[in-house]
Nanobody
């Protein structure tokens, strides 16, 4: 499994921006897909954005045009640039990874997870 550590969460006002980062270690010699998920209190974990080893991306409709996922394979890092944030984006954000090239926003598709970083957006 890959070990994942997120950073970059915080509190901003609506309309602001945050950038999340995730560092991966472990079986990083394999081609693996990565994704960002989020979970708000009382809600199910939902996929936000995914990216495969070759940089192909997939976004949830709710964040398309506002969030940008990117990765640096040489540094084993994943990022999520979040712009024009809304109070509805408030959640714990998780980095996830799994071997293979598929793109998925289903939590069951990923076997490795980080501990999460909190994002809070005030109106």
């Amino acid at each position: 499994q890959v070990q994942l550590v997120e950073s970059g969460g915080g509190s901003v006002q609506a309309g602001g921006s945050l950038r999340l980062s995730c560092v991966a270690s472990g079986y990083t010699n394999s081609k693996y897909s990565m994704a960002w998920f989020r979970q708000a209190p009382g809600k199910e974990r939902e996929g936000v954005a995914a990216i495969n080893y070759f940089g192909t991306t997939y976004y949830a409709e709710s964040v398309k045009g506002r969030f940008t996922i990117a990765r640096d394979n040489a540094k084993n890092t994943l990022s999520l640039q979040m712009d024009n944030l809304e109070p509805e984006d408030t959640a714990m954000y998780y980095c996830a990874a799994d071997e293979g090239l598929r793109l998925s926003l289903l939590a069951t598709a990923y076997g490795s997870w980080g501990q999460g970083t909190q994002v809070t957006i005030s109106s």
